[in-house]
């Protein structure tokens, strides 16, 4: 039986893979606010949430553990105009199989959100890269360390085009975790414009992790 190791900065982003996976577990995980274990297809998943930006994916992955390999997923924003919400990214780089449809490129890891649809534009051109997230170097660097394969698989949560509703970045905390009461307080104060643009994101948020479950629940490595 091979163990995965998946990271994810949030727990939301497990939701689709913990629902095709199926039964699960909690799993003991020092420095994490959530983790759990699951079977399928004969191995053994450890999904661990670090939390966002690469000091919280050093924290969590400070102590070595036997893993056949580690996984960076989760959300990401598309720096291509031609993706779209729910679409797959995975890093070129990474030996993934799959019968559902994804793109293979590179990936943009930063430490901050890509909130304007102008910045996401001067990325791409200035990167060449498909999409934009904030673990997967970290989470690389780690897998390297302890000298396993890496990969690095993510769904499109928002596109291009797309102006988040928020800047995100001003709502983080001393450890760089995202304030959810803050942000919760940000769009009550603009209950007309912030509000309906946030739902809708919380939407496509939901439909790139369920996405991202079946792809799982498919693929091969």
Not at 80 to 104: K, Y
Request: glycine share 8%; hydrophobic share 45%; proline share 4%.
């Amino acid at each position: 039986m091979r163990t995965w190791l998946v990271i994810a900065a949030e727990r939301r982003e497990f939701d689709g893979i913990l629902r095709r996976f199926g039964t699960s577990s909690d799993l003991e995980w020092p420095g994490v606010r959530f983790a759990r274990q699951s079977e399928w297809n004969g191995d053994r998943w450890l999904l661990v949430a670090s939390g966002p930006g690469t000091g919280l994916v050093r924290k969590a992955l400070g102590h070595r553990t036997d893993v056949s390999g580690i996984i960076s997923t989760g959300f990401c924003g598309a720096l291509d105009p031609a993706l779209r919400v729910g679409d797959i990214v995975v890093r070129g780089d990474s030996q993934v199989q799959s019968e559902m449809p994804f793109v293979r490129g590179e990936i943009l890891s930063t430490n901050r959100v890509a909130v304007r649809a102008e910045e996401k534009h001067e990325l791409r051109a200035r990167t060449g890269a498909l999409a934009i997230e904030m673990e997967a170097a970290a989470v690389a660097r780690t897998a390297a360390e302890w000298s396993v394969p890496f990969h690095c698989i993510r769904a499109v949560s928002d596109a291009a085009c797309t102006n988040l509703p928020l800047d995100f970045n001003l709502y983080r905390d001393a450890e760089g975790r995202f304030s959810r009461s803050r942000i919760a307080l940000a769009a009550m104060a603009r209950p007309f414009s912030v509000m309906p643009a946030l739902l809708e994101f919380d939407r496509d948020c939901r439909r790139a992790a369920e996405v991202l479950g079946d792809f799982f629940a498919d693929c091969r490595f």
